[in-house]
């Protein structure tokens, strides 16, 4: 069950830091503009004519279970803290939002202690909603949560409270990683739910503790599940005061050195040094420093919210990408298994046998050729193998049948939308805002649109 307490930290003796550059930074984050919800409404519309009739007459949301509901496209950016146990993720957001001491504050200690995925979002007042609840609640969000069951609807609830920073953003605090541990005894898909949350998430905190730097086969997961995502993700070395300034530059290093294979782009993901909680720094530390890593942290966030209808576009195109695969891989086996139907006479052993051995009719490797993709991103063979034994082939027509006289055909509408309705949409979005307006952040987080 649910538990938040206030906790007084280690640091119960110590000093409290300053937050007004916290507060600062509430100022400059303004009001959404209008022109964020004309470009939500124009997105609304992209989904549901050109990419939901593809998910719909391909029955992709049986493959992947990665649907996209309104309540996705409409809501705030949302920001997600991930890692190991006990690095810090609650007292963060407990730091963030100035929740210290107050009544509201997340349960943070020493052992492992959120077990709970909490979505920490804005209402009049304060208050904590099941689970179940949220994802019985079409207009919210996380309605797709639904399908990874009991089990995991346990180990998910929402807190509401009235906050200018959650106007803006929503938090989602997650279980400590913790290497070793069978994923079964979750009592829930962990993988799944991790991706589908990496998916949505606008920003990814992935949160370490220096002094117990322990990359395990449950992060190096993580890790590859953050393959597409990683202009969101954000690696906070955090508690760093409570290491020597060399110690420090030795985890940094090792830090990188484990994550080198697993992170593949070419620019590195950006690293917050700093100790993110209210007490003050430790003595003889880089204080100077895990300041000013503080205060970038804060307008990387800010640049996030600004940046959301650009996240939200980047989101949909990239579902759209994997809807058109998908379609285009169906479509391969239907086309497959009518030009081989003729010469074995048996419709079910005929699709059994290009189900079972796609390689030897090169299914995987004709998309590949035509759609340039690359092959990490595709689907794997079993993924079909399970969804054709759920969705006979009768169950399809080929793309070439989907057109009609006044709509168009599926596949040309996706593909204007993936190749030109999105991006152009994307590139209006910036143009009405004022040039003249100083730049928020020196260092402009990059990478945030990248071509598939
Ligand atoms: N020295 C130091 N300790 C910290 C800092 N942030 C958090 N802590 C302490 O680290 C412990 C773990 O903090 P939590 O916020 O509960 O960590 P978590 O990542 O949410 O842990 P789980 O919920 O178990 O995954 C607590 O005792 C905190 O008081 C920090 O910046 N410096
Ligand atoms: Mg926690």
């Known amino acids: 069950m649910f538990i938040h307490c206030q906790n007084t930290g280690d640091a119960s003796g110590s000093a409290l830091r300053d937050r007004s550059h916290i507060e600062n930074m509430l100022e400059v984050a303004t009001e959404p503009s209008t022109e964020v919800s004309g470009a939500i409404k124009k997105l609304l519309n992209i989904y549901h004519k050109a990419i939901k009739p593809m998910e719909d007459a391909f029955k992709y949301n049986e493959l992947r279970q ?3 509901t309104d309540g996705e496209i409409t809501s705030k950016p949302m920001v997600l803290f991930l890692g190991p146990w006990s690095v810090g993720k609650s007292s963060m957001i407990n730091y963030l939002l100035g929740l210290h001491g107050t009544s509201q504050e997340l349960y943070t200690g020493a052992e492992p202690t959120t ?6 979002m804005h209402g009049d007042k304060f208050r904590t909603i099941e689970g179940i609840v949220m994802a019985a609640d079409s207009s919210r969000s996380f309605s797709p949560l639904e399908k990874f069951g009991q089990g995991f609807l346990e180990r998910f609830v929402g807190i509401e409270m009235s906050h200018k920073l959650l106007e803006r953003v929503t938090f989602v605090d997650t279980p400590g990683i913790i290497e070793n541990r069978k994923q079964q005894e979750r009592g829930y898909p962990y993988n799944e739910v991790c991706q589908w949350f990496i998916d949505r998430a606008d920003l990814i905190f992935l949160v370490f503790d220096p002094t117990k730097l322990d990359v395990g086969g449950e992060l190096e997961m993580l890790f590859r599940q953050m393959k597409g995502r990683e202009s969101q ?3 906070i070395l955090n508690k760093a005061d409570s290491l020597s300034t060399q110690d420090l530059m030795r985890v940094y290093g090792a830090l990188f050195w484990s994550m080198a294979p ?3 782009v070419t620019e590195p993901p950006r690293v917050y040094v700093s100790s993110f909680w ?3 720094y430790a003595v003889d530390t880089s204080r100077d420093l895990f300041m000013k890593e503080e205060i970038s942290l804060l307008e990387d966030l800010n640049q996030v919210i600004e940046n959301q209808i650009e996240n939200k576009i980047a989101f949909i195109r990239q579902h759209a990408i994997r809807v058109r695969i998908h379609a285009l891989l169906v479509d391969r086996y239907l086309q497959t ?3 081989k ?3 074995f006479g048996d419709p079910h052993e005929v699709f059994q046998d290009i189900v079972n051995d796609p390689d030897k009719y090169y299914i995987f490797k004709s998309i590949l050729a035509k759609t340039n993709v690359s092959k990490f991103d595709l689907p794997d063979k079993e993924a079909y193998q399970d969804f054709f ?5 009768s169950h399809f027509k080929q793309l070439s049948q989907h057109c009609s006289w006044s709509g168009g055909c599926l596949l040309e509408k996706i593909e204007r939308a993936i190749s030109h309705e999105l991006p152009s949409l994307l590139s209006g979005v910036g143009k009405n805002s004022d040039p003249a307006a100083p730049a928020k952040c020196e260092e402009t987080p990059k990478n945030r649109w990248r071509r598939q």
């Open 66 to 68: 990665h649907e996209v």
């Open 389 to 393: 034994g759920v969705n006979p082939v």
């Open 262 to 264: 697993l992170i593949n």
């Open 341 to 343: 139907l003729g010469w």
């Open 115 to 120: 077990s709970e995925y909490t979505v920490i």
């Open 278 to 280: 209210p007490f003050d």
């Open 233 to 235: 993700i954000r690696l």
């Open 337 to 339: 298994y009518h030009e």
